[in-house]
């Protein structure tokens, strides 16, 4: 069981991030957050959503979700985007277990773009 981003409906206003960085840190700490929206520089209304999971990143993307593998190689020729948030350096979601309403970023996304699957 995870969550399930849906990054068409996404608005990008980051109360999902706001949410999780104040479960993690009792205060509004993006830093610690580990989901995170985001738009492209090159695409005009083009948004995204990055997850840290255990052992993987999810990349919920409008053209679909991509998974990484944290310590697989990553391809080569794909370029990196050096204004990038340092996701590896933060804790992984843990589906914030000590809430019994369930995660924040569910509860708090104003659109509904975050689900349980």
Avoid: W
């Amino acid at each position: 069981m995870g969550l399930k981003i849906d990054a068409l409906t996404c608005t990008a206003c980051m109360a999902c991030e706001l949410a999780c960085g104040y479960h993690r840190d009792d205060a509004f700490a993006l830093l610690s957050s580990c989901i995170v929206p985001y738009r492209a520089r090159e695409k005009k209304n083009y948004i995204g959503v990055i997850l840290k999971e255990e052992d993987s990143l999810i990349a919920a993307r409008p053209e679909g979700t991509e998974i990484s593998r944290i310590g697989q190689e990553q391809d080569p020729d794909k370029e990196a985007d050096a204004s990038a948030k340092p996701m590896l350096l933060r804790e992984s979601c843990d589906l914030c277990e000590d809430l019994d309403d369930g995660p924040l970023c569910i509860r708090f996304c104003p659109v509904n773009a975050i689900s349980m699957e």
